[in-house]
């Protein structure tokens, strides 16, 4: 079963706009994270934004916000300002926390477009 | 630059042979994880090594094998390779070996072409 679901393969949004990247996850573990990925064309994978389950606040790092809705299991990436440089893949990710291991679990990614 | 570094950053060899991808994790960080990105498949976890010794498994194939050293480089060996293992091959390191807050820090990928 799909753990992670990113159900918009490809966005585009004007420079300077904001824009939300869709996440859904699927768990019955009480404690879990989730995390935000960008991937470039140049590939490699950057980290940028993580949540807690038990997090009281909405995590925010610089012009990324995420959108936590415990209770609708989504958790949308919010990129404020949009830049060129924001072009990528990005992917939204999970860690269950009760699990014997640590497995981080990935979803299909949405590429995002960023127009001048 | 995550402090995380991958080698080779791009190998190319034929179906049938055996390869070498080295990681090295950031300072501190005892956990090393390999993952695989294909076009097909996506970003799949293969295995996690947590100080030395072998902490979970994914999706990972019979044919690859890994290992992490005492000094907390880890080599995933690809062998008998196939058309199909031509993919992004990622290490992650992080702190600890689970839970919590503690991210998984991403190196730049070793991009294998089977021929």
Same mark, same amino acid.
């Given at each position: 079963? #799909? ?25 019955? /573990?009480? $404690? &879990? %994270? ?15 934004? &993580?949540? !807690?389950?038990?997090?009281? #606040? ?21 990129? $404020? ?8 893949? &990005? ?10 291991? /640590? ?14 | ?25 950031r ?14 498949? %996506?970003?799949?976890?293969?295995? #996690?090594?947590y ?6 498994? !994914? ?7 890994? #290992?992490?050293?005492? /000094?907390?480089? $880890? ?17 992650? $390191? ?12 991403f190196?730049? !990928? ?6």
């Amino acid at each position: 079963a #799909q753990k992670i679901t990113q159900t918009q393969p490809g966005m585009f949004v004007q420079e300077k706009e904001a824009v939300t990247l869709d996440c859904t996850y699927d768990t019955s /573990d009480p $404690s &879990y %994270g989730l995390f935000w990925y960008k991937q470039p064309s140049s590939g490699e994978m950057i980290f940028l934004i &993580y949540q !807690g389950s038990y997090d009281q #606040q909405n995590a925010t790092e610089g012009r990324y916000s995420l959108n936590f809705q415990k209770a609708r299991k989504s958790a949308n990436l919010v990129i $404020s300002a949009s830049q060129l440089g924001d072009s990528a893949m &990005y992917f939204c990710a999970m860690r269950e926390g009760k699990t014997s291991y /640590d497995k981080v679990i990935f979803g299909p990614g949405t590429s995002l477009s960023v127009i001048p | 630059d995550s402090g995380v570094t991958q080698t080779p950053k791009h190998l190319i060899t034929a179906t049938g042979q055996r390869v070498t991808l080295r990681c090295s994790p950031r300072s501190g960080d005892l956990s090393v994880y390999w993952y695989q990105q294909s076009l097909d498949q %996506g970003l799949q976890f293969l295995i #996690q090594y947590y100080n030395g010794e072998e902490r979970a498994k !994914g999706n990972i194939l019979e044919r690859f094998s890994a #290992q992490q050293f005492p /000094d907390l480089h $880890s080599e995933l060996n690809l062998s008998s390779l196939e058309l199909g293992d031509s993919a992004l091959y990622f290490c992650a $390191s992080s702190v600890r070996a689970s839970g919590g807050r503690d991210t998984q820090y991403f190196g730049p !990928g070793t991009r294998l072409t089977v021929l």
